[in-house]
């Protein structure tokens, strides 16, 4: 049951200066940061990101706003470990759309504009932080972001109250 997931605070989320509060509520809520770097991707390395998934469920003007959107600054890329961590990491960092995402998550407290106005103004919708959807996407991009060397295996003050 404990799985690994991967973050990635958006270069909206830098530019805001909201690394270390996005860093806190993860932090807060016992999972563990096994790993983390800021970087600034080309386009080539977001496409592996953002794949072809994206196209299939968004369109593809949206794919091709979000990878300009994520190569216009740097990004801050983590794994974050624990029980359930795919599920619990996305309810920390709330609901896709701005509009609606719940108050007390990442995306409902920090963001609040609509798909309707991204989608008028063709914008992608600035979510300051992108979270695995599920295990299958958690293992491909803790892959593709990390090698195994710049993962750490270490104990914690969480982990007293896990084992
Ligand atoms: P999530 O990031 O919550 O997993 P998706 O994987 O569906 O959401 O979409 C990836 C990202 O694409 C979103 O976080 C958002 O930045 C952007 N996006 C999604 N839908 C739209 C849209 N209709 N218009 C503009 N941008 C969008
Ligand atoms: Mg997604």
């Known amino acids: 049951m404990i799985e690994r997931t991967f973050v990635m605070i958006k270069p909206d989320g830098v530019k805001r200066a909201l690394i270390g509060e996005v860093i806190r509520r993860f932090e807060n809520s016992g999972l563990k940061l096994i790993g983390m770097k800021m970087l600034h ?3 080539d390395f977001a496409k592996k990101h953002y794949t072809e998934d994206i196209t299939v469920r968004r369109g593809e003007a949206v ?4 990878l300009d959107y994520v190569v216009e600054g740097p990004v801050v890329a983590m794994v974050w470990e624990g ?4 599920e619990v990491v996305r309810k920390i960092v709330g609901g896709t759309e701005p509009r609606t995402a719940v ?7 920090y963001t609040h504009v609509s798909y309707a106005y991204a989608d008028a103004k063709k914008l992608p919708v600035k979510n300051i932080i992108h979270a695995s959807g599920d295990a299958k996407d958690a293992a491909h991009e803790v892959a593709l972001w990390f090698s195994a060397k710049e993962l750490f295996s270490y104990t914690n003050v969480h982990d007293v109250h896990l084992y």
């Open 41 to 43: 991707v080309d386009k």
């Open 63 to 66: 794919r091709n706003m979000l």
């Open 83 to 86: 029980v359930v961590a795919i």
């Open 103 to 109: 108050p007390g998550t990442i995306r409902g407290d």
